[in-house]
């Protein structure tokens, strides 16, 4: 991460068990989140509670590994694991980029404003060429 991640060059694509601490770890040495964790998952993480096949604990462990994930306790253990693990899991919906306004930056802006006055005054020949044309016609123009 702190290689080519910081580089910009490269996205690391893990599990999110492998990062959260790394994530808190950096952030308790800088003071910043400098890295994130995107929003979306692509998989599940990779934990597992192993019995005997067939036994009779099974459903019961599988129905407390259930209730422990969707009331909320395991996020709350990995919090208390690694202070800092929640604080830069998503990145944030806002991101400010502030640079100096420069013709460089804008010239884009300009080119669509150039472009569109030439297709406007373009129109405006072509009606008045149409319209005298027109009016020296009939004596009038139809509107």
Known sequence: M???????????????????????????????CDFYLSRSVYAVSPMAMVTQKNSLFLPRINKLSYTLV?????????????????????????????????????WGMFAVLGYGFTVAVV??????????????QKGQVDT
């Open 70 to 106: 969707e009331s909320g306790l395991y996020e709350k253990w990995m919090k208390y694991s690694e202070p800092n693990a929640s604080m830069c899991k998503n990145p944030p919906r806002i991101i400010t980029v502030t640079t100096i306004l420069s013709l460089t930056n804008l």
């Open 123 to 136: 129109v405006l020949l072509m009606e008045l060429v149409c319209g005298g044309a027109r009016w020296r």
């Open 2 to 32: 702190e290689t080519v991640v910081r580089a910009a060059t490269h996205v690391i694509l893990d599990l999110d068990l492998n990062y959260i601490n790394l994530l808190a770890k950096s952030l308790s040495l800088t003071g910043r």
